[in-house]
């Protein structure tokens, strides 16, 4: 256990969903500074020194959190998938709701900061760029219980945070985990995609995000009193599905005649038109990083195409 000095906070992080996509990302920034101790919780993909711990039972989030007593609590473990959101509403009262209680009234109880990771979903898409202050206005049941998990997380403590991101790629370990990259898998098979060229979207790497959230953590345990409340982070690039597949598709030298656009929203769950996140408020306090959506995607994607 690493010794702190009377009165300086232990640089101690616990991060939920660690072998989740996003969570990966975070768990890897944290990993690479030897300044903190981390600790990453996973369920079904847990690997290395992950612990796993099954965050809808409350005794196991007591007992990780009572044990590990971190300073900083990463909250990145969600249900992401709205159309799975619209069929499965009691698992997301579990995981997007439920577990969020325990982890904050957990945190609560070691004096531990928490970062809740919440969705440009929780606006309408009606009236971008939404400021951190903007009125949420979720379409569809997935943004509805990230809304919640917000709530809750800043009414157990008002020290609480919220993280607001969009639509994500990174490091993935099959091509369909992202909702990004798994356009890829019919380009790559040659086969006809018809893509979404409706809805604007702002794809953006998890290791920016990853990259932030450390800055923010470094912040908080030396200037708490500047990071409470809520947080945007997103890319600036401007595409739809059909952009970013055609993207793809060029970065490989791939042809694009079979890919066609779907000038229609899209179906499933209600999605949003334009959730634009403005970022001002973070990029205050950190240096940020945006990396270009062609060179992202496309380091991301190379090992799964054949030389």
Not at 52 to 80: C, L
Not at 201 to 206: A, D, G, L, V
Not at 270 to 299: I, M, N, W
Request: hydrophobic content about 35%; proline content about 6%; some cysteine.
């Amino acid at each position: 256990m690493t010794f702190e000095p009377e009165g300086k906070m232990a640089k101690r992080v616990l991060i939920t969903g660690a072998s989740g996509l996003l969570g990966r990302a975070i768990y890897k920034e944290f990993l690479q500074d030897s300044s903190w101790e981390t600790l990453g919780l996973g369920f079904s993909r847990v690997t290395g020194n992950m612990k796993k711990v099954d965050i809808t039972e409350e005794s196991q989030v007591k007992d990780v959190i009572n044990t590990f007593k971190p300073s900083v609590i990463i909250h990145s473990a969600a249900e992401r998938r709205p159309d799975v959101v619209e069929k499965d509403p009691n698992k997301t009262q579990q995981l997007n709701i439920s577990a969020t209680q325990y982890i904050c009234q957990a945190a609560k109880s070691v004096g531990a900061w928490v970062l809740y990771i919440s969705t440009d979903y929780v606006f309408d898409g009606t009236s971008p760029p939404y400021n951190e202050d903007a009125k949420p206005n979720p379409l569809n049941k997935y943004g509805q219980s990230k809304l919640e998990g917000e709530k809750m997380t800043l009414e157990t403590s008002s020290e609480n945070s919220l993280l607001r991101v969009p639509i994500l790629y990174g490091e993935i370990e099959y091509i369909a985990e992202s909702p990004v990259t798994i356009l890829f898998e019919k380009i790559l098979a040659g086969s006809e995609l018809i893509a979404s060229d409706y809805e604007i979207k702002y794809p953006t790497h998890c290791g920016d995000i990853a990259y932030v959230i450390r800055q923010l953590a470094e912040q908080r345990l030396q200037n708490p009193e500047k990071v409470c409340g809520v947080f945007h982070w997103t890319s600036n690039e401007k595409m739809t599905k059909y952009l970013m597949s055609i993207a793809m598709a060029s970065a490989f030298s791939l042809g694009t005649e079979n890919i066609l656009p779907d000038k229609n929203p899209s179906t499933g769950a209600p999605r949003p038109y334009d959730t634009h996140l403005s970022c001002g408020k973070l990029e205050a306090l950190v240096s940020g990083r945006r990396t270009p959506f062609a060179d992202g995607v496309k380091a991301v994607l190379e090992p799964f195409v054949k030389k």
